[in-house]
């Protein structure tokens, strides 16, 4: 894998590469920038790529993608820890090869490559650099309940209950409301609307889906 | 405050207008979109408004414009209520006043923006959205040690200890390595490095003022 993108500024790639065990300034703003910039253009790709997942799918395949293991090895690949400046102690220590500081490198050189030349070439760039693991990625995904279900049962946690809370509107045009719930060890509930009692809890199965995302995230 | 942009294609507003409970196709999946656009965008203005800003400051200055209230009331200030297309469930309980439903309307226009007028358009809009929040975030913060101090006091917080851990280099390019600890009730410990103790000290407070952030993000 190499970077697509020649700099017009050499000085910003070197910026991207320079952590902050060698002092200021370093690649820690920049990083704020580049984390941000690769979350809406792998948000854009999977937009495209995946028409039919929900907004929660999406979700858990970008974080799948942009994750600190998954930076760190791309980063790897195109050899950035052999470039980094580093700290002495860091370079005694082989920060070179840790996931995190690598992984920060890579996010503060897509920045680099946006504010050298614009959002089109920063697109393009990780755009090519992502195209493999985007086409890697589960096109038919199951349906949530099957997902719900399986993801409860890698945990060894009880299956959820899901209940007929309410039906709106008339006899041609219903909706359906249904509650999912999940009670131990961690209590989630959701309700999920739709035009049939199936559809309904599909949705309600996704939104407890993302909760648990959520709630793992936050861990 | 109104939307700068017209549409070419006003199917696409329409859509990022349309509540799940109005059924599908609806915005939750434009939704996933805009808030990443949402979160480069805002994350740019913050690198080039506030060039002294740390990762951790301009995280939680970002956290402070773009947050389900925040972004709730530009809905009301853009009028986006009024326009919301909502199920039947939704409209009696009065769902066009809810700010997660209005936040989520929000997020999906700015990614109806993006796909039909491309970056520039969307940047160009967001950034005239928010131009006076910007403009009205504090400039000069404080250092890193005060606003943890104060930080902890709000919580009725024991103060932070710190240590220098360890010194490197010669003597005329020395590193200082200090340890910033908070014990109770949540226990975080991080270290920062400078070419002083001061410097090392402002370092370590940030780290720990952001994963205090994180932390509580998570809740």
Redesign the interface.
């Known amino acids: 894998m190499v970077l697509t993108y020649s700099f017009r500024d050499p000085s910003l790639a070197a910026l991207a590469l320079t952590h ?2 060698a ?1 200021k300034p370093n690649n ?2 920049m ?3 580049g ?3 690769l ?2 253009i792998v ?2 790709m999977l ?1 495209e790529t995946h028409p039919k ?3 929660g799918e ?2 858990r395949l970008r974080a799948q993608l942009v994750n600190g293991q998954a930076l760190a090895s791309m980063a790897r690949e195109l050899e950035l820890g052999e470039q980094l400046k580093l ?3 860091e370079l005694k220590s082989g920060g070179f090869r840790r996931d995190s500081i690598l992984a920060d490198a890579f996010e503060a050189l897509v920045a680099a490559v ?1 504010l050298d030349g614009g ?2 070439a920063c ?1 393009q760039t990780v755009r090519t650099l992502f195209a493999d693991r985007v086409a890697a990625l589960p096109r038919s995904s199951k349906d949530a309940k099957t997902r719900l279900q399986e993801w409860l049962q890698a945990q060894g946690w009880p299956l959820p209950q899901y209940d007929l809370v ?1 039906t ?2 008339e006899e041609h045009a219903r ?1 359906f ?1 249904v509650s999912c719930m999940i009670g131990e060890p961690v209590s989630v509930t959701a309700s999920g ?1 739709g ?1 049939s009692r199936r559809l309904a809890e599909q ?1 309600a199965a996704e939104l407890v889906l993302t909760r648990l995302a959520v ?1 793992q ?3």
């Open positions: 902050r065990s002092g820690e703003r990083e704020f920038l984390d941000a910039l979350g809406a948000a854009e937009y997942a929900t907004e999406m979700s700290g002495s102690g946006y959002f089109d697109r309410a709106e509107g909706t409301e609307r035009s949705d709630a995230e936050g861990h």
